[in-house]
Each structure stands twice: as C-alpha cells, then as structure tokens.
C-alpha cells in the first residue's frame, strides 16, 4: 500500500505555501561587442618613443645629402661619357734607324743613336688632345739604357700625327752581363729594344676640358736587324703596334 503522505513518482511536486515555483532563467540571445582591444589590460600606458639627439639627426641629414651628391655627380659623369664617348689615342712604330752602335766590356758600356718616327693617331671624334710633357726611354731587358724629352704638341679630332724620337746613349754604364747579351744577339743579326713613352696629356671638347692624366705608351720587343758586324741597324718585321694605357 502506498503512503498517501508522499507524491507519487514521475508527477510534479505541490506547490508551497500555494504558489507555483518560479521558471527557470532563459538565455539571452544578443551579442554586444567589445570595443576594448585588450580586455586583460583596461589602463594600457601608450608606447613612448624618445626623440632622436640633435647630433645624430645631423650627420643623417649630412651622409644623406653626401650620398645625393655622389649620385648627381656619377649621372653626370655617365652623360658627359655618353656625349663624348672618350677614347685612347693609338700609337705606332714606324721605323728606328740606330747608328753608332758601340758595346765594350771594359769599361762595361754603350753607345749609340736610335731615330724612332711614330704615327700618333686621335680615333675621338668630339675631343682634341692635348700633348703637354713627353718623354721617350730607351730599354733593353728592363735596363734603361737612355731617356729624352720630346716637343709637345696638340691634335686634332679624327688625326694622325707624326712624332720623331731621337735617343742617344753615350757612353752608359750598363752591366757587363747585359754587354755579353747585346754582342751576342748582335751577332745572330738582331737585336731587341724596349721603347716606352710617358705623356702629360689633356682631352679637351668646346668649354669642356679633364683634368689633366699621364698617358703610358710600351713599345715592346722592337727587333733591330744588323748585317755582319755593322754598326747600323734598321727596324725588321715593318711597324709595330704600341700598347697603350691611362
């Protein structure tokens, strides 16, 4: 028998005191947004940059504008090259004339004349060269044997000029190995010079001019040819194209 002071299962209970219990709470279906980027931090200090010295502020300013310079001064080199279009003057061995070809053991020394004609030729088209300072040596294995300045000149665009040389060694120390070699080549009916040239030059357009550079010319491995044991030789093997640099 069941006990009539107790509800029976699977039913509500009574309501207490005569009133129905209170529903239970609903959830609220609306989003509000948070505006707050960093809702774990509400005081956030804002981020301090500190001013940069006046110092440093200049020499940036100052490389800056050494750097503008650089690149205003390179551009304008770069048209100025584009315009004109520089190059090399070309030189040329025509013929060498030696006479008085001397070599002696004792005292270890020589003498002896050498007459070079060159042909200098300008290939610029828009620049004149100017010649100022030249000088003509004269070596034999890297010895020098003698040396001589020569006239200055100017040239004019698209020319070829003709430039005479005259050495003269009298009586020049040289080492006695070297003496051994010349009377030994001589012998064979050639002998082998060396013929560099050292030039002050300008290149000039109009108003515009460089500055003035030093223009190197290498005559190398000029073969003298000499018949029996005469004195006198002449260049073998026709002209000989110089090298040339700046």
């Known amino acids: 028998m069941t006990d009539p002071s107790r509800p029976a299962t699977g039913y509500p209970a009574p309501p207490q005191n005569g009133y129905p219990p209170p529903p239970p709470p609903q959830q609220s279906n609306y989003y509000y947004p948070n505006h707050n980027p960093n809702p774990y931090n509400y005081n956030a200090p804002q981020a301090y940059y500190p001013a940069a010295p006046p110092r440093a502020t200049f020499f940036r300013r100052f490389f800056a504008a050494l750097i503008a310079l650089f690149i205003i001064f390179g551009v304008i080199l770069l048209i100025v090259w584009l315009v004109l279009r ?43 060269v100017y010649y100022d300072e030249i000088e003509a040596r004269l070596y ?59 030039a002050l030059v300008r290149f000039k357009a109009g108003g515009w001019r460089a500055r003035r550079r030093i223009l190197r010319v290498f005559c190398d491995n000029l073969s003298v040819s ?21």
């Open 140 to 198: 034999y294995r890297s010895s020098l044997l003698t040396r001589n300045q020569l006239a200055p000149f100017d040239q004019d665009t698209k020319n070829i000029t003709t430039m005479d040389a005259k050495l003269v060694a009298s009586s020049a120390y040289i080492e006695s190995e070297l003496v051994n070699r010349i009377k030994g080549d001589r012998s064979t009916g050639m002998v082998n010079f060396d013929v560099q040239v050292l």
């Open 86 to 128: 520089p190059r090399i003057p070309s030189f040329t061995v025509d013929s060498v004339a030696l006479s008085s070809l001397n070599v002696s053991s004792s005292p270890s020394q020589i003498s002896g004349t050498w007459s070079l004609h060159f042909s200098v030729s300008n290939p610029n088209h828009k620049l004149r």
């Open 226 to 246: 000499f018949s029996s044991n005469s004195t006198m030789g002449t260049l073998s093997g026709g002209p000989k194209r110089c090298s040339v640099g700046i």
